[in-house]
């Protein structure tokens, strides 16, 4: 397999992330929810021509929390089956080891059926010390419009971030908040009203009255508009994420109840 790197610097620092969505029935670009990084770490964003049909050129990139692009992006060239091509973006000469942002991978030019199916996506977070992956998630083509997320465990050195994103040009209104295993809501919740292109985030902290470990859920109540959500769980001293990140199960794009990209 042949594979192009793409890697550049950024030049800014870099907050919480969002990118372009609609509501659609056809299949569309592939995207993804916001993934945290911190300045140790380099984020990766793959792409694959799944045999045996080629994949069309497209613009990888990355995005910041009010859709503007940050870092390096690239048009890539056209694929043949079976070839890949990954853009980097290394953070550690713009924020400390212990600084921690959110970051939204761009695959934009996927606007057909054909293409979508042969341009396969995936974004990975790589420890700038060993070069180990330590997450690794897919990209999807629609999310369903309530995100439902299982139990995840957080002890009393990590914490749980629960991200959601206003996809343009559609806003994001509801309720951001945590549930226990018995379903009583723990912590805070917050309100969400973003406009198209915003992101936020809502945070619980490990430890406490949560005690040494917890199993906790991540709950996302959406009133209106396309909210795309992820959770993530991160070490408290070093703000990586390691192996514990968490999109909502992505749905067919020709379900009617489907946010298609």
């Not at 800014?12 to 969505?21: E, K, Q």
């Not at 045999?51 to 910041?64: A, E, I, M, Y």
């Not at 934009?108 to 042969?118: H, I, L, P, R, W």
Request: one cysteine or more; proline letters at 10%.
């Amino acid at each position: 397999m042949k594979q192009y790197t793409l890697t550049s610097a950024l030049g800014v620092f870099i907050a919480l992330t969002t990118a372009n969505v609609t509501l659609a029935q056809a299949p569309g670009p592939t995207s993804f929810p916001m993934v945290g990084i911190t300045g140790a770490q380099t984020l990766q964003l793959n792409l694959v021509a799944f045999p045996p049909t080629p994949c069309s050129p497209v613009t990888l990139g990355f995005q910041n929390r009010n859709g503007v692009a940050v870092g390096p992006s690239e048009t890539t060239p056209t694929l043949q089956p079976g070839q890949s091509v990954s853009l980097a973006l290394n953070l550690s000469s713009f924020i400390g080891a212990d600084q921690r942002v959110e970051l939204l991978p761009t695959v934009a030019g996927m606007d057909g059926a054909a293409t979508g199916a042969s341009c396969v996506a995936s974004v990975e977070v790589i420890d700038n010390a060993n070069g180990v992956t330590m997450v690794l998630a897919p990209g999807a083509v629609g999310y369903p419009p309530n995100p439902a997320f299982g139990m995840l465990g957080v002890t009393s050195n990590q914490t749980v971030r629960l991200n959601v994103v206003a996809y343009p040009p559609t806003p994001c209104l509801g309720t951001i908040s945590w549930g226990d295993m018995n379903g009583t809501p723990i912590g805070t919740s917050l309100q969400v009203s973003l406009s198209p292109g915003q992101a936020t985030h809502l945070d619980l902290p490990g430890g406490g009255a949560l005690g040494q470990r917890a199993d906790v859920r991540p709950v996302v109540t959406v009133t209106g508009g396309a909210c795309i959500a992820s959770a993530e769980v991160y070490n408290n001293e070093t703000k990586a994420t390691r192996a514990v990140y968490y999109p909502p199960t992505p749905c067919a794009p020709s379900s009617t109840s489907c946010v298609a990209f």
